[in-house]
C-alpha cells in the first residue's frame, strides 16, 4: 500500500482568495485522483492527474476553478480558487494502486470559506 | 448509469450485534467491489475489495462482505459490533472501460453501549 500525506490538513479562508493542497505519495505512481467530499455527502471525483500530461476534469468541475499539477510522479497538487463559501468541503487525494482500481486515499484536507 | 446504492444512510446496532450495511450495485460488466470506512477527521480506508474468485470476502477488523451477482448486492457484515465500529461506511464500484471509483452515498454507523 502507498502513504500518502496532504497539506494543510485543515485550513480556514476567506471567500475570493485561492488555496493550494499538497499532495505526496511515498512511492512513484501513476495516476493520482482528487476528490471533494463535501459536508455530509459522498465523495465526488474531480479530476485525474497522470504526470506529463494535462488533468482530465469530471463533469462540472473546470480547470479555472481547479488547477492541477503534477509535475513528477509522487506529487501534486490541487487549487481552489477565488473560493465561496460553497467550496467549503475536505478535499481528498488518492492514488491507484497496481491491482483492480484499488486506490488508497490520503487524509484530507478540511477547508472552510468565510 | 451505473451506481452504487447504499440503503440506509444511518444505522445503529448495540454493542455486540450483528452489523448490516448494504450495498447494491448496476454495472453492465463484472465490477469490481470495495467497502472503505471513514473514522471521524480522516481519509477512507481499505476495508475489502472483490474482484474476482470466492464471492466470500474477508476484510479487516473482523468484516466480510459477500459478492452476489444474482442480486446485484455487496453487503458488509460483521457478526459482533464494537465500538471502535463507529465510522462512516462507503460502498464503491470500479470495472468496465473506466478505472474510476464510484461511491454509494455513505452509510453512518452507529454503535450504543
Known amino acids: 500500500s502507498a502513504v500518502i500525506s496532504q497539506k494543510p490538513s485543515r485550513d480556514i479562508c476567506q471567500r475570493g482568495t485561492s488555496l493550494t493542497i499538497q499532495c505526496q505519495v511515498d512511492?512513484?505512481?501513476?495516476?493520482m485522483f482528487w476528490y471533494r467530499q463535501q459536508p455530509g455527502q459522498s465523495l465526488t471525483l474531480i479530476a485525474t492527474?497522470?504526470?506529463?500530461?494535462?488533468?482530465?476534469?469530471e463533469s462540472g468541475f473546470v480547470i479555472d476553478k481547479f488547477p492541477i499539477s503534477r509535475p513528477n510522479l509522487t506529487f501534486s497538487t490541487l487549487t481552489v480558487s477565488n473560493m465561496s463559501p460553497e467550496d467549503s468541503s475536505i478535499y481528498l487525494c488518492?492514488?491507484?494502486?497496481?491491482?483492480?482500481?484499488?486506490?488508497?486515499f490520503g487524509p484530507g484536507t478540511r477547508l472552510t470559506v468565510l | 448509469a451505473q451506481s452504487v446504492t447504499q440503503l440506509g444512510s444511518h444505522v445503529s446496532v448495540s454493542e455486540g450485534a450483528l452489523v448490516l450495511l448494504r450495498c447494491n450495485y448496476s454495472?453492465?460488466?463484472?465490477?469490481?467491489l470495495f467497502w472503505y470506512v471513514q473514522y471521524p477527521n480522516q481519509g477512507l480506508q481499505l476495508l475489502l475489495k472483490?474482484?474476482?474468485?470466492?464471492?466470500l470476502v474477508k476484510g479487516i477488523n473482523g468484516f466480510e462482505a459477500e459478492f452476489k451477482k444474482s442480486e446485484t448486492s455487496f453487503h458488509l457484515t460483521k457478526p459482533s459490533a464494537h465500538m471502535s465500529d463507529a465510522a462512516e461506511y462507503f460502498c464503491?464500484?470500479?470495472?468496465?472501460?473506466?478505472?474510476?471509483?464510484?461511491f454509494g452515498t455513505g452509510t453512518l454507523l452507529a454503535v450504543q453501549p
Open positions: 488518492s492514488v491507484e494502486s497496481d491491482s483492480y482500481n484499488e486506490q488508497f
Open positions: 512511492s512513484q505512481v501513476t495516476m
Open positions: 492527474a497522470n504526470q506529463g500530461s494535462e488533468a482530465t476534469y
Open positions: 454495472s453492465s460488466v463484472p465490477p469490481y
Open positions: 472483490y474482484t474476482t474468485g470466492a464471492t
Open positions: 464503491a464500484k470500479s470495472g468496465g472501460a473506466t478505472n474510476k471509483l464510484i
